[in-house]
């Protein structure tokens, strides 16, 4: 079993786990990643010791293979230049298979969610202040 990681072409900030050699009849598949430096498994907010078995947003099946679509959520926390194995968990219960991850390509990572986007004050926009008006010009004996 090879595993690629690509972006996804249409939706910045998404991304495709291409699972290469691998037969199943089922959409219905679980999937783990195991960070290499320190072994923790990714879970969808952040990276655990105890195991986690994510589900992909949607599957397509092309034998003998699969594209697993995945979301901001697993694309946020994978980083190019750390090593990640992967693992596959069967629908029917069979016994997982595991690869190392490799990146295809550079990472396109989701743009920030903006804080407090719904209750944000509104924007103040800094301007420098306008220019003093000209000084009028006064005589010494105080006429103009």
Same mark, same amino acid.
């Given at each position: 079993?090879?595993?690629?990681?690509?972006?996804?072409?249409?939706?910045?900030?998404?991304?495709?786990?291409?699972?290469?050699?691998?037969?199943?009849?089922?959409?219905?598949?679980?999937?783990?990643?195991?960070?290499?430096?320190?072994?923790?498994?990714?879970?969808?907010?952040?990276?655990? +010791? %105890?195991?986690?078995?994510? $589900?992909? =947003?949607?599957?397509?099946?092309?034998? /003998?293979?699969?594209?697993?679509?995945? &979301?901001?959520?697993?694309?946020?926390?994978?980083?190019?230049?750390?090593?990640?194995?992967?693992?596959?968990?069967?629908?029917?219960?069979?016994?997982?298979?595991?690869?190392?991850?490799?990146?295809?390509?550079?990472?396109?990572?989701?743009?920030?969610?903006?804080?407090?986007?719904?209750? +944000? %004050?509104?924007?103040?926009? $800094?301007? =420098?202040?306008?220019?003093?008006?000209? /000084?009028?010009?006064?005589?010494?004996? &105080?006429?103009?």
């Amino acid at each position: 079993m090879n595993v690629r990681y690509k972006n996804h072409p249409r939706k910045p900030g998404y991304g495709m786990l291409y699972v290469e050699n691998i037969e199943t009849a089922s959409a219905d598949v679980r999937f783990a990643l195991i960070r290499s430096s320190d072994h923790n498994h990714m879970h969808p907010e952040r990276w655990e +010791a %105890a195991e986690c078995r994510l $589900k992909p =947003d949607s599957v397509t099946i092309d034998h /003998p293979g699969l594209c697993l679509n995945i &979301g901001p959520d697993v694309v946020r926390q994978l980083d190019e230049l750390d090593t990640y194995r992967f693992v596959f968990f069967p629908p029917a219960g069979g016994n997982p298979e595991q690869a190392t991850l490799e990146f295809a390509e550079s990472i396109v990572y989701p743009p920030e969610k903006e804080r407090d986007s719904v209750n +944000a %004050a509104p924007m103040t926009i $800094k301007t =420098d202040p306008a220019p003093a008006p000209p /000084p009028k010009y006064v005589t010494p004996t &105080g006429k103009r």
